[in-house]
């Protein structure tokens, strides 16, 4: 199943994007170690991918999957998409079907911060909220019901070689990094960079970080299989689906070195550290630099490591909460 994403899908993807509209190319920055509660013999670099248009990475994979699309009516579904997204990606996903003038919906759970609805309301798509677990049957029905193509927001291959343009960016921005870390909520984004440096014949080491309480990659690794948490839950909701995806299991377990886990106390403190250094990061965002600043990574002295900043969308609400 892992082959479903090679090295050639990454580099016509990262054509896609590198030549859309749509996406930035994002800064990868150095900074001192020291400031962000890391060993100061680490050589320390933030992808800044929270800079990215709508606030995350997600646009990456989306851009690509709908690259088809073109905007033409005769190659637009006529029931319109539906996708599940706790906020970023439905946001991505509501801005581009909004730019492409397709019909969209997206099924959010109910605890997706409002001010995440709204954002994704005020691009003109329906949203539907309801429990984590009622979700996918929900966005069945919609397929059977009301003729919509489901776009999965993390277990596809155009998408998660969508994502793989970040891993190709780090590579000709930082040819010998050496640890590259990645949040992990469905996979997407943690399959698709590795699968890029791994593809790609570098030898870094790719860490996945999940929070404790949302480990479904962890638990896959595990128990060798794609499993199911219903009851998973975080203060990084973006790194809490109730399940892992079968595609992004697959290409996790064969790139992958390691999938550690942090608390929510942990990426709340990293939260602040960002913060006070000038980088706003919503909890998902700075969940590898709570596993670093932690050192769940292993062994960094010396070495070249990258975290990638995934995502910036907090509200300032949210924000003062959290930093507080």
Do not use: W
Not at 85 to 103: D, I, K, M, Q, T
Not at 109 to 121: F, M, S, Y
Request: proline share 5%; aromatic share 6%.
């Amino acid at each position: 199943m892992a082959d479903q994403v090679t090295r050639g899908s990454i580099e016509a993807a990262a054509k896609v994007v590198g030549s859309s509209k749509y996406v930035i190319r994002t800064p990868l920055i150095k900074v001192d170690p020291g400031k962000f509660g890391v060993s100061p013999d680490v050589q320390l670099y933030l992808k800044l991918e929270g800079m990215q248009n709508t606030g995350s990475f997600k646009l990456r994979g989306i851009v690509n999957s709908m690259a088809r699309l073109s905007g033409k009516a005769d190659e637009t579904p006529p029931g319109g998409f539906v996708t599940m997204s706790a906020g970023n990606y439905g946001r991505s996903f509501a801005y581009v079907c909004n730019e492409l003038g397709v019909r969209a919906k997206v099924v959010m759970p109910l605890t997706a911060p409002q001010n995440r609805v709204d954002v994704i309301r005020s691009y003109g798509v329906d949203v539907e909220r309801l429990p984590s677990s009622e979700m996918m049957a929900r966005v069945d029905r919609c397929v059977a019901e009301e003729g919509m193509t489901f776009m999965h927001p993390f277990d596809d291959p155009r998408l998660i070689a969508g994502y793989g343009s970040l891993g190709l960016e780090i590579l000709e921005d930082l040819p010998d990094v050496e640890i590259v870390v990645v949040c992990c909520g469905g996979g997407g984004l943690l399959a698709g960079v590795a699968a890029a440096i791994k593809l790609s014949g570098n030898e870094a080491k790719v860490f996945g970080v999940e929070p404790e309480g949302a480990c479904t990659m962890y638990l896959s690794l595990k128990e060798g299989r794609a499993v199911s948490k219903p009851d998973a839950k975080s203060v990084a909701g973006g790194l809490a689906p109730p399940f892992a995806g079968k595609l992004t299991y697959s290409i996790v377990k064969q790139h992958v070195d390691k999938v550690v886990l942090v608390t929510d106390s942990e990426i709340i403190d990293a939260v602040r550290t960002l913060y006070q250094n000038g980088i706003v990061a919503e909890p998902s965002g700075a969940a590898g630099l709570a596993a670093l600043r932690c050192n769940k990574i292993g062994d960094v002295a010396g070495k070249k490591v990258v975290l990638i900043i995934s995502g910036s969308n907090v509200s300032p609400v949210e924000l003062s909460e959290l930093i507080k």
